[in-house]
Structure formats: C-alpha cells, structure tokens
C-alpha cells in the first residue's frame, strides 16, 4: 500500500465484504470513505444502509433509486439483443456493475475523492466489470481492491474479522450463502452450492416458488411491446419497474425462473451459481416469439449467431468499448418492427406459448396455405430445387465418371444409409 489516499469512494452494499472494507480502508490507508449504495431493487437489503455505513466508519454515504435506468439503459438493450450467456445465464449481476461503477466515478469526481473501491474478491468476474468502467470514465483515480491486499482468504475470515469490530453483518457461519439481488434477479453462490453434486435447498430461494408447489391451474398473462420493448402487461400500460416488478410475482409464483448454472468465469475457472430471474425468464420468452412473427430469415439468424458475442461482452464487463456500441446499432435496427403482443401460459415452472400477434407480422395465412398463385406459384419449386441441389447433383455425376475408371482407385462419395 505506497499510494497515499485521501479520500476514496467505496461501491457499498452492506453486505459482509463492504462492511468490512469501511473499517479495513481507515486502518490501512488512513483516508476518508463515502459509502455509494445504489439500489437496483434490493428490497429490504437498503433498510438501514446509511446508518449503518457511517457507524462502521465512512463520512457520508449516498443511496440513489437507478432502477429506472438500470432497466432502460442495461436490461432492455440486453433483452433486445436476446444476450443469454452460455444459453443460460441472463446476466442479472453482470450488466449491474457498470451502472453502479459509472455513477461512484461520478460521485467521486464530485466529491473530490482521488480514488474508488470495491468489494470483489481477485477470483470472479465483478472486479473487472468495475475496473473496466473505472477506466472508461476516469482512468486517474486510484483502485483500491481489499480482496488483493488483504490477508482475508475466505468468508469465514471475514465474518472472525467483522465480529472482532462488533460491526453487525447477517451472514453466519451457518448461513454462508453468498447474494446478489436487484430487480431483475438474485444469485446464490458458496456453501454446499460449490459442490455441482448438491441439490439446491429449498429454503435458499428468494423469488420463486417450488414448481411443485405452484398452483394447480394455470395463469395467463399478455405481454405489450414496441420496437422489442416491454411496455405493458395484459393490456395494461406500464413503466418499467412497475412492469418488471408485477412480472416478477406472477411468474415467480408459478415456479418460473430458476437456473443451476456451471458457468466459465472470465478470469479462467468455472464456478457454481442458482440464479431465479422470474420476469427476465418470461420476458426473453415473449421476446422471442415475437420476433419470429416479425423478423425475415436472414435478419432473425444474424441476430442470433451475434446474440452470444452480446452476452460474452456483457459478462466480461465490456459495456462500456465501442463493439458494443455497434452491437446495439445492430439491434436497436432489428427492433424498430418488433411491436405485438405474446400470450404465455406458465403454468409449474414452465412457459407455454398460448398466441402471438403484430402489426407487421411477416406471416400471412393466405401465402402459408398457397392459395394466392401470385405469390407463390407451385410451379416454380422445380426450378428452385434444381437450382438448390445443383451442387448434390454435380457430386454424383462425378462419382459416377470415377465409377468408371475402374483401373484408378477414387474415394468413395456415395452417403451411406444406416
């Protein structure tokens, strides 16, 4: 620690690792600390958050609603996008990060502060989606990342560390579990969870009913877009967190949501999460099936071969870089027609597609049934299909002039039947 620190501005969760950090910051650096919390839809996390911040230490401590743009700025891109990363994870913490590292560069640079701080350990992927928005904003100030200074080496640590301070923490030695919540999803990462062997309890879910206990009869819900946004359920106009909320208990009520993922980190290793991401799960479903009502072949499948290049630059914490940016060009293109509406069944934990409409549906009943000769003439199949198979039939004639030249030995191109 050679760099002299004045102040420092420390992303802020009150959980177990920033709640240590405050302390840690003063006795080590001997700077000033403001606390940053930003809820994201945290709930009852946020409860005594400021109080809490500056008895453990910090001079100030800013708690600022970015809900709002956490869904329109970083949800919604992502969403249109259809980014799943390793088809299965929705990137709930992931596109978190640089909304709340963007507005601590913010504060730090109207505080005065001539560094930042976080909270993530030197094994995951949250350092780096910090950092690399650190450095997009205001590459000068100083990094401080505990977790690759410290001697803490583990969360049991952590918690001899905090109890020693008498600072109050709700994680235990019986409760491990390590969370991240906001609007969009929770993740549950540690104890028995770090064997892939072991079943997900029960207990530990936040968001989402057990699909065996969901209820007997199905719920129908229809979800509104414009230009692939969500803007209202079941008729019904609303805003996004109001919107992403509802959404939330309908389809967490009916089991739905729920993702055990071994997914590849960014720094190298795999790691073990559950994540419950109830509305996103609908949404990426509704989504979906309205663009393949709207969106013409060749459009549709380039969108989804640069889905996942999406998703691996949100996971990587490359909001922020200019391939991105382009990305979303892309997307946004893509999207000026995806305006309908999807019906969905969910019914015990599964998504049913019960109908979809658009204004600009590419699908015509009377062009599907081939009952408009001027636009579809049977006609002219032959000569599509001779055109098609022209490379098939080229190939047997060849093989047919090797068949003959019996004295030469030539492979064999002929397809085997089973």
Same mark, same amino acid.
């Given at each position: 620690?050679?760099?002299?620190?004045?102040?420092?501005?420390? /992303?802020?969760?009150?959980?177990?690792?920033?709640?240590?950090?405050?302390?840690?910051?003063?006795?080590?650096? $001997?700077?000033?600390?403001?606390?940053?919390?930003?809820?994201? $839809?945290?709930?009852?996390?946020?409860?005594?958050?400021?109080?809490?911040?500056?008895?453990?230490?910090?001079?100030?401590?800013?708690?600022?609603?970015?809900?709002?743009?956490?869904?329109?700025?970083?949800?919604?891109?992502?969403?249109?996008?259809?980014?799943?990363?390793?088809?299965?994870?929705?990137?709930?913490?992931?596109?978190?990060?640089?909304?709340?590292?963007?507005?601590?560069?913010?504060?730090?640079?109207?505080?005065?502060?001539?560094?930042?701080?976080?909270?993530?350990?030197?094994?995951?992927?949250?350092?780096?989606?910090?950092?690399?928005?650190?450095?997009?904003?205001?590459?000068?100030?100083?990094?401080?990342?505990?977790?690759?200074?410290?001697?803490?080496?583990?969360?049991?640590?952590?918690?001899?560390? /905090?109890?020693?301070?008498?600072?109050?923490?709700?994680?235990?030695?019986?409760?491990?579990?390590?969370?991240?919540?906001?609007?969009?999803?929770?993740?549950?990462?540690?104890?028995?969870?770090?064997?892939?062997?072991?079943?997900?309890?029960?207990?530990?879910?936040?968001?989402?009913?057990?699909?065996?206990?969901?209820?007997?009869?199905?719920?129908?819900?229809?979800?509104?877009?414009?230009?692939?946004?969500?803007?209202?359920?079941?008729?019904?106009?609303?805003?996004?967190?109001?919107?992403?909320?509802?959404?939330?208990?309908?389809?967490?009520?009916?089991?739905?949501?729920?993702?055990?993922?071994?997914?590849?980190?960014?720094?190298?290793?795999?790691?073990?999460?559950?994540?419950?991401?109830?509305?996103?799960?609908?949404?990426?479903?509704?989504?979906?099936?309205?663009?393949?009502?709207?969106?013409?072949?060749?459009?549709?499948?380039?969108?989804?071969?640069?889905?996942?290049?999406?998703?691996?630059?949100?996971?990587?914490?490359?909001?922020?870089?200019?391939?991105?940016?382009?990305?979303?060009?892309?997307?946004?293109?893509?999207?000026?027609?995806?305006?309908?509406?999807?019906?969905?069944?969910?019914?015990? $934990?599964?998504?049913?597609?019960?109908?979809?409409?658009?204004?600009?549906?590419?699908?015509?009943?009377?062009?599907?049934?081939?009952?408009?000769?001027?636009?579809?003439?049977?006609?002219?199949?032959?000569?599509?299909?001779?055109?098609?198979?022209?490379?098939?039939?080229?190939?047997?004639?060849?093989?047919?002039?090797?068949?003959?030249?019996?004295?030469?030995?030539?492979?064999?191109?002929?397809?085997?039947?089973?």
């Amino acid at each position: 620690m050679t760099v002299k620190v004045q102040k420092v501005v420390l /992303a802020y969760s009150g959980g177990l690792d920033t709640s240590i950090i405050i302390p840690w910051l003063r006795e080590n650096y $001997g700077c000033e600390v403001i606390a940053f919390a930003a809820d994201l $839809g945290q709930g009852e996390e946020l409860d005594g958050l400021e109080e809490k911040a500056i008895a453990t230490g910090a001079s100030k401590c800013y708690v600022e609603d970015l809900r709002q743009s956490f869904i329109e700025e970083f949800i919604w891109p992502t969403l249109k996008a259809g980014a799943v990363y390793e088809g299965r994870y929705l990137l709930g913490t992931s596109f978190a990060r640089p909304l709340i590292a963007r507005r601590q560069v913010e504060i730090a640079m109207a505080e005065g502060a001539d560094a930042v701080a976080h909270g993530c350990t030197g094994k995951g992927n949250d350092q780096v989606r910090f950092e690399l928005t650190y450095k997009a904003f205001n590459p000068k100030l100083h990094i401080i990342a505990p977790w690759r200074e410290w001697n803490i080496r583990s969360r049991e640590d952590a918690i001899a560390y /905090a109890e020693e301070r008498r600072i109050p923490i709700k994680a235990s030695k019986e409760k491990i579990y390590s969370n991240d919540r906001n609007i969009w999803h929770i993740s549950h990462e540690g104890g028995d969870l770090e064997d892939p062997w072991n079943e997900p309890k029960e207990e530990m879910f936040v968001l989402t009913q057990s699909p065996e206990k969901a209820p007997d009869r199905p719920t129908y819900v229809e979800v509104n877009f414009e230009a692939g946004v969500p803007v209202g359920l079941n008729g019904r106009r609303m805003g996004a967190v109001p919107l992403v909320q509802e959404l939330n208990k309908l389809a967490g009520a009916n089991g739905i949501g729920r993702a055990d993922i071994v997914e590849n980190r960014l720094v190298g290793m795999k790691s073990r999460g559950v994540y419950e991401t109830p509305a996103g799960t609908v949404l990426y479903f509704a989504h979906k099936e309205l663009e393949s009502l709207v969106l013409d072949r060749e459009t549709l499948y380039q969108k989804e071969m640069l889905a996942p290049r999406y998703a691996q630059l949100v996971y990587n914490g490359a909001w922020y870089t200019p391939v991105r940016e382009a990305l979303d060009a892309f997307v946004t293109v893509t999207q000026k027609l995806v305006t309908g509406t999807v019906r969905l069944k969910l019914y015990k $934990g599964n998504i049913i597609s019960a109908g979809r409409k658009s204004p600009y549906s590419l699908y015509r009943e009377d062009f599907a049934t081939f009952s408009e000769e001027d636009v579809y003439d049977q006609k002219d199949a032959k000569g599509f299909i001779n055109l098609f198979g022209l490379p098939l039939t080229v190939r047997a004639l060849v093989q047919q002039e090797w068949d003959k030249q019996t004295s030469h030995e030539m492979p064999d191109l002929k397809y085997k039947r089973d």
